[in-house]
């Protein structure tokens, strides 16, 4: 079942306490009680699932499936339950009309404020976008995300902002050196 991946808020649940002080010592009564108290506690981690299916930021595996199924989003073999997620507050903050503003707001929401930069050059019908390291995995979502919002005649250009040199001034060789030349550019250290 799909519970096993979220940890669930342990409830425990003793229905004994509930029954009238005549039965309670039956042997009748402690069976069912403790066949009550354990359907009962499976009640309560099906409405922690419900729950957590209310927010986009703590989607179970089912919540995921049923918003991409809604979305008719196909998730990818190699998507963890984080990128699923993207993929689905991506699609949800696409909001007509489509305007500066809206890019704007939509790549904070996914990137965070100051994780990008947009450059538009209206003269040429061109658009190009600067994404931080930090969402390097999340690079293709965005990039689409942006195609749909813009206008079909203007060119895209979504690109990976990779760390410079004055991005390191404050380290000494020593500390530089226990990475290779690949690692300082193209990671988020």
């Known amino acids: 079942m799909w519970r096993s991946e979220v940890k669930l808020m342990a409830k425990t649940v003793t229905l004994e ?7 309670k010592g ?3 009564f402690q069976t069912l009680a403790a066949v ?4 009962m506690e499976n009640v309560w981690g099906d409405l922690e699932f419900l729950w957590q299916d209310q927010w986009m930021d703590t989607l179970t595996e089912e919540g995921c499936r049923r918003w991409e199924e809604m979305m008719r989003i196909v998730p990818k073999g190699s998507d963890n339950l984080e990128v699923r997620r993207f993929r689905i507050k991506a699609r949800i903050n696409e909001n007509l ?4 503003r809206m890019l704007e707001q939509s790549l904070d929401t996914l990137c965070g404020a100051g994780n990008y930069s947009v450059t538009l050059y209206p003269e040429e019908y061109r ?11 999340l690079f293709s979502e965005v990039q689409e995300m942006i195609e749909r919002m813009i206008p079909a005649n203007m060119i895209l250009e979504v690109l990976l902002r990779y760390n410079q040199w004055q991005d390191y001034a404050q380290w000494t060789w020593q500390q530089a050196s226990s990475y290779t030349w690949q690692q300082l550019r193209e990671e988020a250290l």
């Open 36 to 39: 009550e108290n354990s359907e």
């Open 26 to 28: 039956t042997r009748e």
């Open 17 to 23: 306490k509930y029954q009238p002080q005549v039965v």
């Open 127 to 137: 658009m190009k976008v600067l994404l931080q390291l930090t969402v390097k995995k």
């Open 97 to 100: 009309p489509y305007t500066y």
